[in-house]
Structure formats: C-alpha cells, structure tokens
T-cell receptor, first 113, second 114 residues
Framework: KAGVTQTPRYLIKTRGQQVTLSCSPISGHRSVSWYQQTPGQGLQFLFE???????NKGNFPGRFSGRQFSNSRSEMNVSTLELGDSALYLC????????????FGQGTRLTVV | AQTVTQSQPEMSVQEAETVTLSCTYD???????LFWYKQPPSRQMILVIRQEAYKQQNATENRFSVNFQKAAKSFSLKISDSQLGDTAMYFCAFMNNAGNMLTFGGGTRLMVKP
C-alpha cells in the first residue's frame, strides 16, 4: 500500500511568486490536512479537508489556500511568497479524520529567496 | 485554544537504557486524543503511540508506554531498552474534540548513544 506522496520534495521560489504543493493521500483516505514546520514556530496547522470540504483552518493569512479534489488528492497554494514562508510543509492523510490515525508524507521543503 | 509544551529540547540516553520524555498540555475540552510522533532525519512523521483521554489505562506499544495524568494534564512517553534507531525528534500532539486538527509541542531531540 503506497504511503502519502508529496510533490515536489524540494522547491526554491523568489519572493512575490506563488507556489502550489501537491499531496496524494493513501488510497481510501478521505481526510487530508496540512502543516507548516519551521525552526522558530515549530509545527503549525494550516487546514484540513474532508470530501472536498474544508473543515478547519489554522491561523494563517489568506495567502495560504488549499483545495481537495474528488479523488482526495489535495493541493495547497501560497501566493505572494515571503521569506518567512520558507518551511517544510507536511501533509497528512487519515481514513475519516475524526480521531483516526494520521499518516504523514515526507514533506515539501520550500525555500523562498 | 489548546497548547502543548515539551520542556526538554534535547535529551540523550545510553543504548538499552530507559528514558522519559515530558509533555504537558492545556485544554478546556473533556474529550480528546493525545499522540506521540517520531520524526527521524528522513523528516517523515511516524506515529509512536496514542491515548484516548476517556481511557484511564495508559497506552503501551512494545517498548513505548505513556504515563497519562488527566487531572495534571500531563502525557509523558517512556522508551524502554532504547535503540540507536530511536534517535529522532519526538513530538507530543493534541487532537481537538472535532478530530480534525493536531496541535504539536515544540519537540524533544533524543539521541541514543552506543
């Protein structure tokens, strides 16, 4: 059974650009959540999707957005990139979301220069 | 809002010995889940153990066990017979009542020495 796949693994972008990250959950999983990991702020929740609906959103500016497709794959988009957006972005999938085990991908390392 | 605090940024232990990682949390919810995740250098977060708040019995998973003190809002992880492969960052995490968001502690970097 394939795990959670995040693409790309590494990304370098320039300030002001936008970026789209992709997450393919484990087959059959309907919940996908996103987290930002930085040395200063640690792991912070971005948002969670279930069956194409955003169920919860963290305390991030509107530049951060996401969506989920009918096959449960999810994308997150960051517009007008800032240096502080440099981070490891982790995606996690779970069967139903509610208290079921979350399986994480290996993350996308975004560097903004 | 929930907060999770891990007071030990770094710890080390000799191979085969036992180590305990501390975690405290703050919440007004009565029903929730607590987790310990391991993040090795490969960066992939791996679930180590989970505890349902309504269960009084402490969770155990092979060499890993927790000491869950609900009244004290404490959730420590004990690793017995430490192995070199246990070297990693360990994160304590709180799952909210809605079950759709994890709040993580700052992490404890554990090094197992041969």
């Amino acid at each position: 059974k394939a795990g959670v796949t995040q693409t790309p693994r590494y990304l370098i972008k320039t300030r002001g650009q936008q970026v789209t990250l992709s997450c393919s959950p484990i087959s059959g999983h309907r919940s996908v959540s996103w987290y930002q990991q930085t040395p200063g702020q640690g792991l912070q929740f971005l948002f969670e999707y279930f069956s194409e609906t955003q169920r919860n959103k963290g305390n991030f500016p509107g530049r951060f957005s996401g969506r989920q497709f009918s096959n449960s794959r999810s994308e997150m988009n960051v517009s007008t990139l800032e240096l502080g957006d440099s981070a490891l972005y982790l995606c996690a999938s779970s069967l139903e979301g509610l208290y079921s085990e979350a399986f994480f991908g290996q993350g996308t390392r975004l560097t903004v220069v | 809002a929930q907060t999770v605090t891990q007071s030990q940024p770094e710890m080390s232990v000799q191979e085969a010995e036992t180590v305990t990682l501390s975690c405290t949390y703050d919440t007004s919810e009565s029903n929730y889940y607590l987790f310990w995740y391991k993040q090795p250098p490969s960066r992939q977060m791996i679930l180590v153990i989970r505890q349902e708040a309504y269960k009084q019995q402490n969770a155990t998973e092979n060499r890993f066990s927790v000491n869950f003190q609900k009244a004290a809002k404490s959730f420590s992880l004990k690793i017995s017979d430490s192995q070199l492969g246990d070297t990693a960052m360990y994160f304590c995490a709180f799952m909210n009542n809605a079950g759709n968001m994890l709040t993580f502690g700052g992490g404890t970097r554990l090094m197992v020495k041969p």
